[in-house]
């Protein structure tokens, strides 16, 4: 959004013209957004005991060929669901929340706590998650966590 303001210094007969630029996003930083979404959802992240992708080069020409789905669960078994952690729904919204916006304070503006009460939740959510043997002590790696544990989809961030 651009606001123009021309206003007349007093004795003078010249305008003076005053532009203030403000942005909440550009539209080049919400492409950027969309395109680095868009390259993370189609990323495959192998889990324990799931299928995964994998492409080998052919010899001639240097193209690559998708070969057969292997399976890092040799038993056959189902696939052992990953545990998740005993988050209170308090922690949940104050990571959802946390994820959503830009920041910390922002998170707390948003919720109506302060700055301490976000980072108690926060260091309680990744202590819960280190307990159980899914360390979390980046907010990318608590993105990955909560997508995993359906407390958040991609589309939502």
């Given at each position: 959004?651009?606001?123009?303001?021309?206003?007349?210094?007093?004795?003078?007969?010249?305008?003076?013209?005053?532009?203030?630029?403000?942005?909440?996003?550009?539209?080049?930083?919400?492409?950027?957004?969309?395109?680095a979404l868009a390259r993370l959802s189609s990323r495959v992240m192998p889990l324990p005991g799931r299928p995964i992708y994998v492409e080998?080069?052919?010899?001639r020409r240097g193209h690559l060929t998708p070969m057969a789905t292997v399976d890092t669960n040799a038993g056959g078994?189902?696939?052992p669901e990953l545990p998740r952690p005993a988050l209170t729904d308090r922690e949940v919204e104050v990571?959802?929340?946390?994820?959503?916006?830009?920041?910390?304070?922002?998170?707390?503006?948003?919720l109506h706590i302060?700055?301490?009460?976000?980072?108690?939740?926060?260091t309680r959510i990744r202590a819960k998650y280190s307990e159980i043997g899914r360390p979390a002590s980046t907010k990318a790696a608590l993105v990955a966590r909560a997508i995993q544990d359906d407390i958040i989809d991609i589309e939502e961030l």
């Open positions: 959004m651009t606001v123009a303001a021309i206003r007349t210094a007093p004795g003078h007969q010249n305008t003076t013209r005053t532009t203030v630029h403000t942005t909440t996003r550009s539209a080049s930083a919400e492409a950027r957004r969309r395109e080998a080069p052919l010899r078994t189902a696939a990571l959802r929340t946390w994820l959503m916006v830009d920041s910390k304070p922002a998170c707390g503006q948003e302060s700055l301490g009460t976000v980072n108690t939740h926060l």
